[in-house]
């Protein structure tokens, strides 16, 4: 085992490999999946949005909160254990969603489907790939984190087709089996084995000896309530959560915001740039990123990049079509980057034990917070116009509000800063 790390392929690249894989499956059921859901139960059953909507709320709320306590159930159950039961309850969830028959059915659906996907999630791929890696842990993570683009890119249209040619239950059935096959795979032949089982340490050194690098913080364990009062904490949970409730509240909304100067078709495809723009920023930045590079401030950078991408939206008045694009370029060019960089700059500001709690804590608030920006934005959006403005005024005060929230996220991560 010893010489695997001297003369082949680093193991913690396998595990990439698996976490790639296990992003795509959670992030492709449990957040790209609830919108398809939602407009298949509508046409089912005829429910009203509100209700759906609010269900799609809780699947994401149950989810923040078993985030929180990940690193509980990993400690107690281990990786694999928790993977494939999470996976297990994932697909019942879905399943139930697809077969309920009156709405609180459907609440209670939520309750297995949000606890499910994120043991598949953002936390949980950190939580995975860490172990393996110190110096190389921003290339892994943006590796590892592409899945979840990826998984957008596969499923979405994937259960609008299926649900359209096999019906919403069968659908659900045939890639919820793929699903578990899959990922107790993965947890059985991947994710059972450890660094210090197979005599390696972080990056691929041999265990015992000094390693390749070491990120120090200079501060101690933060137990219990202590981590609570922590300046770094509270700003980097503050900054997390408000640029994803800004990219999250966008997201929902850009498609129908460019459709009438792009087309439904060209507006489609622009959504898909996004994705290819939030790959590649990504994966720049994991693998340009100097080791001691000011972490925080590359989310800074990042949030201005968005921000720069909210202005261009305003400046476009929903008809200048160049700078819609350019809007879209720069939105996707820091997309991924507001789940892949905070976990990084809770490597580099809390002690090794910490870490995993740490990321567990603050996805979890991300989680809880963007649950209610698609329909938070949809007010803005909505009563804009009646407060004397057109159509036009609509997108630019909803972009405005974005680029003032993208400008809170960059001033909590610069408040963290020594």
Known sequence: MVTQAREGTFYGWRVVGGAFVLAVFGLGFGFYGPPVFLQAIREAKGWPLAVVSTAVTVHFLI????TANLPILYRRFGIPTVTKTGA???AIGVFAWATAIT???L???TLLSGAGWVTMGVAAVNAIVSPWFVRDRPAALAMAYNGANVGGIIFSPLWATAIGLLGFPIAVAAISLIMILVMWALADLVFSRSPEQMGLAPDGAVAGEPPRS???TGRGPLPGSLLWRDPKFLTLSAGMALGLFAQIGMTAHLFSLLSPALGATQAGLAMGLVTVMAIAGRTLLGWAM????DRRLMACASYEVQATGSISFIVAAGTNIPLLLCGVVLFGLG???GTFLPPLIAQTEFVGEDVQRVVALIVAI????YSFAPAIFGLIREFTPAAGGSAPSAAASFYVVAALIQGLAIFAFLAGRR
Do not use: T
Not at 63 to 66: A, D, Q
Not at 366 to 369: N, V
């Open 290 to 293: 100097p080791a001691r590079a």
């Open 366 to 369: 991300s989680q809880a917070a």
């Open 335 to 337: 997309f991924g980057n």
């Open 107 to 109: 609440f209670a659906a």
């Open 103 to 105: 709405p609180w059915q």
């Open 214 to 216: 070491r990120l120090v």
């Open 88 to 90: 297990l309850a994932l």
């Open 63 to 66: 989810g923040s909160i078993v």
